[in-house]
């Protein structure tokens, strides 16, 4: 059976005081750089963005057609790539593709 192997710092011979300096400076360095990795992870808030859009104008939205087949609220929906079909799925538990142009749908779940 083998020894477990001795970290070098254990073999050194260092007083308390400055092992525990050691580590609450490294400590100290390793927070300040999760803090700096973290504030640039951070969105910026919608009003910030929407200060720097400009107005539409006069925008008019017009129904084309209303796709009907989910039994509950809709959670999310996306286009496809190929922007014929739309993906959606609801509270219900279903997952539906949809033809855009056909209003045909693929219903996936329960």
């Known amino acids: 059976m083998r020894s477990p192997r001795v970290p070098e710092m254990a073999t050194q011979e260092v ?17 300040t750089k999760l ?6 992870l951070h969105d910026v808030e919608l009003h910030q963005v929407a200060e720097k859009v400009d107005g539409l104008g006069q925008f008019i939205m017009k129904t084309r057609r209303t796709l009907k087949g ?22 219900d538990g279903k997952v539906i593709v949809w033809d855009a142009f056909t209003t045909n749908k693929n219903l996936f779940g329960v």
Do not use: F, Y
């Open 15 to 31: 007083q308390p005081n400055e092992t525990l300096t050691h580590l609450k400076t490294e400590s100290d360095t390793l927070k």
């Open 35 to 40: 803090e700096e990795e973290r504030a640039k």
């Open 70 to 91: 989910h039994g509950n609220k809709v959670l999310c929906m996306d286009w496809c790539k190929d922007k014929r079909r739309i993906v959606s799925s609801s509270q």
